[in-house]
């Protein structure tokens, strides 16, 4: 017994992830050689630097559930506001609470819990 529309269905996931990847091999393959010719170019200005040692900058992502610096607002006003010691869970609790967020899913919850981290982290770094 064969499910056809299963196989059907299966063959055109698996195409589509397929054409995924080959878009992203593309465009590795174009930032190599633009990391190549940059390469090339330090080393025709400064000579004695070594490419490779320049430690590579994580990429800024954007979340969509807060916008610029609203997340680190709402981070700090919890802190303000708190009358002694918090967890990232419980300041995450205030952030959901404040941006109206349904408290009850603890995945995500876990979520911006890891990005109050993240935020206060930063703002120790800044002396804040």
């Avoid at 063959?11 to 589509?16: I, Q, S, Y």
């Avoid at 992830?17 to 190599?32: C, F, N, P, T, V």
């Avoid at 080393?43 to 969509?64: C, E, V």
């Avoid at 300041?91 to 981290?117: N, T």
Wanted: net charge positive; glycine share 4%.
């Amino acid at each position: 017994m064969t499910n056809s529309h299963v196989v059907s269905a299966l063959r055109l996931k698996r195409a589509e992830i397929s054409g995924h990847i080959h878009d992203l091999e593309k465009r590795i393959a174009r930032q190599r050689a633009n990391l190549a010719n940059l390469d090339a170019t330090i080393k025709l200005f400064s000579p004695g630097t070594n490419p490779d040692a320049i430690p590579p900058k994580r990429p800024y992502r954007r979340t969509r559930y807060f916008a610029r610096n609203e997340l680190s607002r709402l981070t700090q006003d919890a802190l303000r506001t708190a009358s002694g010691p918090l967890t990232s869970a419980e300041i995450a609790a205030a952030v959901m609470k404040a941006k109206e967020m349904p408290p009850g899913d603890a995945a995500f919850k876990g979520i911006v819990a890891e990005r109050v981290l993240t935020v206060m982290r930063r703002l120790a770094k800044r002396g804040q």
